[in-house]
């Protein structure tokens, strides 16, 4: 059973910054894609970003040069940098890993509230 455990959501105000952390419970040696999506109360859950092997990242327009994706594989970890942050960046923050057999997995999410 793999579990995906994130870390780092919390309240900021706007213009802050945060870091949120997605660990895997073991590490996977043929993956599709690994990233985050996010969804907002009364809207669809959608891409925020990924890292699609062989096809490098993807970011979401609304999020582009605001958040940044990166991995640590030794650590089975794949982070997200999110600075600049918006009220409308206010959501519960999913990771989610796809490997190359088309197993999905994701996490159970971590909220990020960002208001004055």
């Known amino acids: 059973q793999v579990q995906l455990v994130e870390s780092g959501g919390g309240w900021v105000q706007p213009g802050g910054s945060l870091r949120l952390s997605c660990t895997a419970s073991?590490?996977?040696?043929?993956?599709?894609?690994r990233g985050w999506y996010r969804q907002a109360p009364g809207k669809e859950r959608e891409l925020v970003a990924v890292?699609?092997?062989?096809?490098?990242?993807n970011y979401a327009d609304s999020v582009k040069g605001r958040f940044t994706i990166s991995g640590d594989n030794f650590k089975n970890t794949v982070y997200l940098q999110m600075n600049s942050l918006k009220p409308e960046d206010t959501a519960v923050y999913y990771c989610r890993t796809q490997l190359s057999d088309g197993m999905d997995y994701w996490g159970k999410g971590t909220l990020v509230t960002v208001s004055s």
């Open positions: 890292i699609i092997s062989g096809n490098g990242e």
């Open positions: 073991r590490r996977f040696f043929s993956l599709n894609l």
